[in-house]
């Protein structure tokens, strides 16, 4: 396997985007990271995206990403795993170039997550059967899993306050980011519980990004 080394990344500001379209946000986004680059095409491209066939009925987004961003004639992936669907697009695109498969490979992940109902497609992601079926969703899940780990590994009731804290500092220093405010432990240990023991603060907000 080759050594790897990331050289360019680009984003987009995350927020409610109105006037870009899903391709296009992920087209801006690839164009971005390949102009910080200084490159002008690539072998390959994989884009994360979960939620565009729910939210905007439109499957197969690699390719249209690709074709928006100028890059006509390449290998165009797209990648599904769940809320680690941008963690895997990177790891192919490391694969990829690892491999001596590709030189050049872009990373995406893009979500347009303003646009239709969230909460039922980020549910998707669970068992249809077994899960879905008896009301479960992501939020309730993942309280059932931060009780689960609280009770195995003796954590304390606010051992986990420091995620969000330590999330909203370092958007201080992303221009990119939703909010640019700092938040105390205090603060999410006041924020309103949402689905015990998650509170407001623990959460991610519904919005679009690439």
């Known amino acids: 396997m080759r050594a790897v080394s ?15 379209s899903l391709r296009q946000m992920g087209a801006t986004a690839v164009n971005l990271a390949m102009e910080h680059a200084g490159i002008d095409k690539v072998d390959a491209l ?41 963690a895997a697009a990177l790891r192919m695109a490391y694969l990829a170039v690892a491999s001596g498969e590709a030189d050049l490979a872009i990373a995406i992940g893009v979500e347009k997550m303003s646009t239709g109902q969230a909460t039922p497609a980020l549910a998707k992601a669970l068992d249809a059967e077994k ?38 500092n370092n958007a201080l220093t ?26 407001l603060l623990d959460c991610s907000p519904i919005c679009d990004g690439a």
């Not at 990331?6 to 870009?20: C, W």
């Not at 969703?137 to 954590?155: D, F, P, V």
């Open 174 to 199: 992303n221009k990119n980011a939703l909010f640019h405010k700092a938040v105390t432990a205090e603060d999410v240990r006041q924020s309103r519980l949402v689905y015990p023991p998650i509170r």
């Open 46 to 86: 994989f884009a994360g995206n979960m939620l565009g066939d729910e939210l905007q009925g439109q499957k197969h987004i690699a390719t249209l990403i690709a074709d928006e961003a100028g890059l006509t004639g390449i290998e165009a992936l797209q990648v599904r795993a769940a809320t680690a669907t941008g």
């Open 6 to 20: 990331l050289v360019g990344i680009g984003q987009i500001p995350v927020q409610k985007q109105n006037e870009l």
């Open 131 to 168: 899960e879905v079926a008896v009301g479960a969703n992501l939020i309730s899940k993942n309280a059932e899993l931060m009780q689960l780990y609280s009770e195995k590994y003796q954590m304390p009731p606010d051992g986990l306050v420091n995620f969000a804290v330590n999330a909203h």
